[in-house]
Every structure is written in structure tokens, then in C-alpha cells.
DNA sequence: CCTTGCGCCATAGAATCGGC
DNA sequence: GCCGATTCTATGGCGCAAGG
């Protein structure tokens, strides 16, 4: 309905702007012209071609707009176009003329007169050049002739090959014959028939064959389409899984690369209106495929309304054990030091796949935007169910209790020789029944990635200055984390007060992770983006080496198994952590500043939170007892951990997050360019 | 993820020109 | 009247960013 009246009204609008509208753009046109004429100088209009118009004037010698012939009879020529297309203009101007008499009982001839805008045949909103064109059942060109449709073209060009084959091959007027055959044998359909039009089909069937090659030319060729598809379809099948979008585009970027097609893509990157091979051309070959993307769960997480209150009460507690412990300020500066941010990812594996490919990884940052190595919590029972790393003896055991939960977890590390070599990023292995964390893994996660880095980190600053901080075991160290039963378990607090009495812990606010904790969007996104980019890098590479092993397209694979799964997640989460720390460093000490946590480091903050200790920043704290000092560490560790336990189990910290492989709207539109080596392609594409 | 709006590129069509 | 060439306009299709 709405449709229809905007085509009407379109239509009306036509018929009433058209002859002023053209006359007028006809004049402008004539007046443009006759300026370059005068002077092929410094005209507003278009100083380039200004400029190709005086170097065309020098070129042939001639003083007049574009090389005028002076010849008289070409003069007469032009007089005589000039009187005819007069005619023609005054015979249009009538015709217009007619068509708004018989279209006078229309309303609204003002409204179509603001019309700037118009909707061409797919619904695009188009602006308003300088001629209109119409729309109605067939379609027209702006000058009111018929496009012809393929059939038609078809038509055109048979009996244009049935006349050539009839004249003699030296005839000329081939096209003129044919449209006039033509226009006598079909009027109705071929009445406006020009002899220009045959030629341009003509042409362009012997061109391309193609019916309109307008538009941007199809990107690829179509043997490369071809393949991409069908290994889109062989690794489809063998998934039976969902598949989206970003998970596909590195196989059609592989593919595109061993087909020797690199510059396609190297030309186009990341500029605009030129092939990059994005999401949206990966989309369409789904599309074409019939495939459909399923929209993943948004971030559904409801934030408290007092979260900012919240958020600052944990600030004020942080800087109170800052105030009270002495804890170093150097953080503040940049060198590395106390306090921790811990968050379990849950990792959908990367392939987004089933619950049996996922695990859980513990992630770690110090306040001076320093990654801890991470802990990886997977689903089994033995060595045998974590990756194998190539190496005999790569884990060593160092953990095998039931949970508070009933079953039983058991926890790794790797081998000194292995940690030291490759796995660096990783500090803890577990295993649990469903892959989730619990009160065992935390407990490992506390003995092999935090003490150690604590000890590190205390001596290193020691080895400087003696000044800087108290002895290991004696300095209190904070750690962050959020509200999730593994790290409010009592058992496991009380293991915490037992054997590492310095370590405070610090909850972050329920429901308040995504607006209190570093970790939570910006810290894991990077993260994420890391293992997004070499989960591209490799299946990237594997498409191109099975291409180059002869293997043919619609046989490519990208293995999905849980071993070869596994080992990835290990290796680029090995390897994430050393990049986090040394390219990404910025971007987490911006995240810290984001929750406004280093704030605890400032003397009206401290001041603050002594003050607001009167009015229940610990609320289950007794304050007596904390006064006691040292000697009473025990009791406000327990005190410390009987508040937290107020706090309902917050289920949101146990959010997995995004999947890895979807990209934050406006962060990453260009992520791929970074999986390939664009360098060493060059050099290899011209060698 | 999807839609909208806009810019870019390249080509089809229309208008025009010189020439036969 | 027609052809081929040239110039200007119209339009198809995609990349990209913002908003939902």
C-alpha cells in the first residue's frame, strides 16, 4: 500500500517537475559548457577536467571547446542537429505536457515537488539526479525508453545474425536493418527499437555474453567460488555442527591464496569498494547456499541499578588493604605488582561446538597490566585427556581430591622442561568431570599460578629494594575475584587462611562483574581476539597447505577432533600470554582504569575507606578483632571470608561470554589481515 | 546478527560529435 | 541515415560504520 502511493506519487511528481526539471538541467549543462569554453582555466566546477580539456586544446592546436571542426559542412551539420533537436525537445515538452493534463486530477502537487528522493527497483533509496526516470510495469531508462529484458535481447540478437547471414559480409547497416525488421515485425514490444541499442547488445554479447555487467564485477572468478563452496560444504558436512560466518571466512582466504589470487586480496585491504573477501561477501556465499547464520545470545547479563555503589564499596575495601598493608605503590607506576584479577572464561572451545569441546580458562592480570600464565580446566580423568604435547612426562601430578561437589578433580602442572620451553603460558592443567572449576582447581590455581607469581614478584622487587616490600609470606597480597561458588567455598576459604594466611580476598560485587572487574570485557576480549586471529592463521594455513598437497576442494577439512582441539587451545593460549604482555599492555592497564580499582591506591580513597570502615565496609566484619592486628589475621581472613559468603553465588560470573569466534560489533572488522604473513606472500608471488 | 545510509567503482545508457 | 567514439548520467553491487 505504502509502496504504491510512493510509486504514484513518484509518478505524479514525473510528470509535473520533468520539463522545467530538464530544461533547466539543460541549461545549467549549456552554461557549464560555454565556461569551460571561455576559459579552459580556473573554472569551479571541475578543475580536473578543465585540465584534461586545455591539455586536449593543446594537443590539437584549436582554440575552440573540444576541437570543434571548422569545416562548413560539419558547421551545417550542427545547425541542423540543433533545429531537429528542438523539435524533438518541443514535441517532449507536449507530451509531458499531456500526460499532466491527464494526470491533473492528482493531488498533492506540492509534496512531489520536494521529492528529493526516489526508490529505485530494489527498494534502495536513491537521490534524485538530474532526470528522472519512470517506473512501472516495464522498465524504462530516464529518457523513457524500454530496457530490454533477456528474451528480448536474445530476440535482438537472432535476427540480427539472421540478417548479417543474409547480407553479404562487406554490408554495413546491419544494425539499422535490424531494428527497423524489428520494430515492423514486433511493434508492441520493439516499437522504440534504435539502432544504437541493437549495436549495444550486439556487442556486448560478443563482450561478455553477459545481461548487464554493471555493478561491481564479480570479485572472484568463478572456479574460485566454485571451490570455496564446496569446501564450505565438505567442512559443513563434517561438522554437522552450527556454522557462522567468521569460522568459514579463513577457508575461502585460504583458498583464494593457493589459487594464486593474493593480489585480489592484497589490493583490496581494508580500503573501501574494493574486494577484501569480508564477512558480508562470506554471508552472501552462505546465503547462496541456503545456509542460515544463527544469532548467537547477545549479553544478556542484567547489571544492579546501585552497581556504581557497589563498585566503589569494593574499591573502598581494596584501598583498604592497600592503606593497611602497606601495599606497594610502585604498581601505580607501572612496575608489576600485587593485586589480582582472576575470571574464568568459560572458552566455547574455539570451534563453538558441543559441551564436550569446551573448558574453562582461568585467566589472571596484576593491576600493573601484567597476564599471569593461565589455568585450563578440561573434562577427564587422566593424563591421557590433556593434549599431548609431544614430549614424555610433560605433565607432573600434583592434585587428586573430590571437590565439594562429590567428584573427583584432578590437577597438573607441566614438566620444568616443558614450561620452560613452550608452554609458557600456561601454569596449571585440570581436570574435572564436567570441565567446570571448582574448589580443587582453585586450589591449584592458587599454588601454582598465584603463589608463584606473588614469590617472583616479591623478590624481584627485594632484590632492588629492601624498602619496597615486605618478605614473601609476610606481605599481604589481594586477590580479586568474582562471586562463583569455587571461590566462595568454605572448605577452600579455609584452606586459604590455613596455608596462605597473606592472601586477601577480594569479591567482586554480584551481578557487577562486567561494570567491577577488568577481566570481564575488555581484558578477555583481547584475549579472545588473539585466539580469533590464530584460530584464522591456522585453518588459513591448513586450507592453503591442503590445496598446494593436491587435496581438491570440496575435500578440505579443518580437523575438529578433541585432541588436535585441545592442543591449539593449549599452544595459543600459551602463546596469547606473552603477546598480552608485551602488545596489549595498554589496553589492560585501561581496562583496570575503567573499573576505577586503582583509585585504591590514592590518599583520599584510603582516607575514605578508613572512615566508611565505622559504617560496614565489611559488614560481617568485627571491628575489634580486625584492630588486633597482625595477631588477628587468622580471624579476619575468616571474618573477610564470612562476608563474602553473604553474597549470593553470583550466576552470572559463570557466563561464558561470547563465543571466541564472534566479533565485537566495531572493534575487529579487519581481524584476518593480520592472520596471513603478507610480507613473506609478496616476496614469494614475485620470486 | 540485521538494517540503513552512504561512498566507491565500474559499466550501461543517452546524448552528442565527427565522419562516411 | 548510419557508424564509431566520447562524455555525462544512471545504476548494480559491495565495503563500511552506526544503530538496533
Known sequence: MERGRGLFSFFTALSAANPSEVKAAKEARAAR???????????????????????????????????????????????????????????????????????????EPADVEKETHYTDNKGRKRKRKTLRSRTDGVRYTKAGSVIYSDTECRMVAETFDRIKARNLPGDTELYAKTAKDLRSRLPTTFSKLGRQQV???????????????????????????????????????????????????????????????????????????????????????????????????????????????LVHAMVLRLAYFVWQHDIPKELRKGKTWITEEMHKSGDKSLQNHGDKRQCTVVTATSAAGEMLP??????????????????????????????????????????????????????????????????????????????????RKIEEMRATSLESCKEFGTQVCVVIVDVWWGWIDAGWKAWLAETHPWIRLLYVPPRCTPKGQPMDAGIIAMLKGI????????????????????????????????????????????????????TEKSGMLKCWEATGLHKAWNKDTQREAVKKLQDGLFPNLDLDQYNLGDEGMMKVVAA????????????????PGLPVLQTVPGTVAQEWERWIDWDSLGSASSA
Open 531 to 582: 585466539l580469533r586471529r590464530q584460530y584464522g592463521t591456522w585453518v588459513c594455513d591448513l586450507v592453503q597447505r591442503q590445496l598446494r598437497g593436491g587435496t581438491k576442494p570440496e575435500e578440505i577439512t579443518v580437523p575438529s577432533d578433541v585432541p588436535t582441539c585441545k592442543r591449539n587451545l593449549v599452544n595459543w593460549l600459551s602463546e596469547a600470554v606473552p603477546e598480552m604482555n608485551t
Open 374 to 455: 593461565h589455568q585450563t580446566v578440561m573434562e577427564g580423568k587422566t593424563v591421557r585427556a590433556l593434549p599431548n604435547l609431544g614430549a614424555p612426562y610433560s605433565y607432573s601430578h600434583t592434585l587428586n581430591k573430590s571437590n565439594s561437589k562429590g567428584t573427583r578433580s584432578f590437577c597438573f602442572v607441566p614438566s620444568p622442561v616443558v614450561a620452560a620451553t613452550w608452554i609458557t603460558g600456561i601454569a596449571s592443567f585440570c581436570l574435572t568431570a564436567n570441565h567446570w572449576s571448582d574448589n580443587i582447581t582453585s586450589r591449584a590455581w592458587i599454588t601454582d599460578v598465584v603463589v608463584p607469581y606473588f614469590k
Open 199 to 309: 549495436r549495444q547488445i550486439i556487442l556486448r554479447r560478443e563482450r561478455t555474453g553477459a545481461l548487464d555487467g554493471r555493478g561491481r564485477f564479480t570479485p572472484l572468478p568463478a572456479v574460485l567460488i566454485t571451490a570455496i563452496l564446496l569446501a564450505f560444504t565438505s567442512v559443513v558436512k563434517a561438522r554437522a555442527t552450527v556454522i557462522s560466518a567468521p569460522m568459514l571466512q579463513p577457508i575461502a582466504i585460504g583458498i583464494i591464496i593457493a589459487h594464486g589470487y593474493t593480489s585480489l586480496l592484497r589490493e583490496g585491504r581494508g580500503k573501501r569498494g574494493e574486494f577484501c573477501c569480508g564477512l558480508h561477501f562470506v554471508r552472501g556465499l552462505m546465503k547462496q547456499k541456503g545456509w542460515r547464520n544463527v544469532k548467537p545470545q547477545g549479553d544478556t547479563r542484567k547489571v544492579p541499578p546501585n552497581w556504581a555503589e
Open 640 to 655: 573477610l571470608v564470612a562476608d563474602a559468603q553473604d553474597n549470593s553465588e553470583d550466576q552470572d560470573a559463570g557466563w
Open 33 to 107: 559548457d560555454k565556461a569551460d569554453a571561455d576559459a579552459c582555466g580556473e573554472r569551479s566546477k571541475a578543475a580536473k577536467k578543465a585540465a584534461s580539456q586545455s591539455c586536449w586544446n593543446e594537443a590539437t592546436a584549436s582554440g575552440s571547446k573540444k576541437g570543434l571542426s571548422n569545416d562548413p559542412e560539419a558547421i551545417r551539420s550542427r545547425e541542423r542537429r540543433k533545429r531537429e533537436a528542438a523539435k524533438r525537445e518541443k514535441q517532449r515538452a507536449k507530451a509531458f505536457n499531456d500526460s499532466n493534463a491527464a494526470a491533473a486530477n492528482h493531488p
